[in-house]
């Protein structure tokens, strides 16, 4: 991708604007500043192109005169391929003297976020202004304390520039890219959108554009001209947009920044699939994906303005997602919660879960209402005893026949990528000792698995590997939920605890002839001792309660109904749980009202 570089006399005149401005040079005199500019060398780098990479020797000092750069720490702990933005380097700003003043090696990586003008002051030349002038020092410490002081931590930087590039024939991208302004516009003060007429603008022309709007939207043209090459470097996320209708992987007529060797980083990308006047047929999702070249896919009418205003959401960070816990029939509280949320103008964006809590945000993924979710839950679940199918138990209780049934009526062949809200459940992979999150795959198949109680239904085969009940491992993941970076989190939350009891004069295990006495002689009365599924059921919960306090901290909102007093298997318990879920939610949210989080909640 060719960038067009500026004259010397225009670059020269940029620079001595920047030197006047800069905090470092405010204290020197007309000549030290023209010693200083007689120094500097111009590179003109291309949006996503490296300035220095972690490790290198430190040999120069830069100053940026226009666009803006990156400093990434790369993760060994948790994906050294995708390092993290810890700060921006904006105009008027130096860049790598941290390293210089140790004299040591780069100890992170430092690219262009847009095209750029960086001016390169050789360590030679740093080390003689130093001397030189030493009222220069503290002025340069205030600038490293600063920079280490907005640095962002570990919550990922979100967007503010979009690439919307065409894919396809027919992609109606002029009418998406206005509906699309119009809701980045209810989350900002103002949205500007770029066309062709803008390619022969100087950076500091895009730089200033950017600082005056909230987001700026770049209109691609539909081929591989200069302009869609400048789109693609100076968006923070490129967005493909096609029609949903036509078949085939989704591909582009033009690069779209492959895996260069030795990038400091990579661009979000982001695929919308437009619908007309409907939701997405079963299995018909997977074939436009292209193969996991885009990193999250979204499923948008046009006709609906609450999808766009979702997928402006998504992309900005302003997104709701829900998390909901397992936890047998108390898990139809997650209803009462959702009809909570909706009643108060909370959006759920995302939906997550495991075992119980994972069919409920399936049915939320689906976009069922609230009499749906009523309907189809009541009716698989209470009317219908899911867990009634016993087996010879050489490998579980029951068959498992039925939920199988039951999950593929209400379900169908959908795919996860075919849901309308993104999704995700849990599973416990007993071959890899690991709790393996889903998001693509034939969505009853999956949550099958994530229901799947050891010794109360059959695990789970899947390409050789034997997945039981996410709840094994984590009953509440609503950590997976926080490293998606889009937004709010709202955990639900099921305490477990008070699940299982025996009678106090119970010391040992029941005969065989205890038990039919009991049933024959004393039978309108509880049994004092707990079923054998009360007990596996709890038992596959017991791990994962041990690590619920640092689950329940990671939710930016936490929302717990009080259900002790209803057994994990008590399916008749359905109105009483989504009553508890509905009246703890509304609760909840009038206390987080005058919270940070219940202003960001209630403005999504």
Known sequence: MSLVEPSEDTARLRLRSVLQRAPLFADLDPEGLAAVERELTLLILPGGAPLFRQGEPADAVYVVASGCLGV?????????????????VP????????SLLSHGKRTRSVAALRDSEV??????????????????????????????????????????????????PNVPSARFA?????????????VQMLGPESVDQEPEWFARCEMESSFVLYRADATQTPWTELCLRQADCLIAVRS??????????FDVETAQSGAVFHRRRELVLLHEGHDPSPGSTAALLAGGLYGHHHHIRLDIHADIDRLARLLTGHAVGVVMAGGGARAFTHIGVVKALRQSGVPIDLVGGTSMGAIVAAGVASRWNDEELNERFRRAFVDANPLNDYTVPLISLFSGRRVTRLLRAAFGEKDIEDLVLSFYCMTANLTTSDADIHTVGRLWRWLRASVAIPGVMPPFNEAGEVHVDGGVIDNFPVRAMRRLGRGITIGVDIDTGGALAAGADVMEPWSAWQFFRRLIWRRNETLPIPSIVA???????????????????A???LIVPPMNHIDLLDWTSFDAAIELGYRTTMETLEKARALPVGARLFLA
């Open 72 to 88: 990434f720490r790369h993760q060994e702990e948790v994906d050294a391929s995708e390092p993290l933005l810890i700060a921006e």
């Open 91 to 98: 105009p008027g700003n130096l860049v790598g003297e941290m």
């Open 119 to 168: 001016w390169r002051l050789a360590q030679s030349s740093f080390n003689a202004l130093t001397k030189h002038h030493p009222e220069v020092l503290p002025a340069l410490m205030r600038s490293v304390v600063a920079r280490n002081a907005v640095e962002t931590g570990k919550r990922r930087r979100q967007p503010r520039t979009f690439a919307i590039l065409p894919a396809g």
């Open 178 to 190: 206005v509906m699309l302004a119009d809701a980045l516009g209810r989350i900002g003060n103002r």
């Open 244 to 253: 949903a209708e036509h078949d085939g992987p989704t591909t582009l007529p």
């Open 535 to 553: 007990i596996l059921l709890r038992s596959a919960l017991v791990a994962s309660t041990a690590r619920a306090a640092q689950d329940r901290a």
């Open 555 to 557: 939710a930016d909102l």
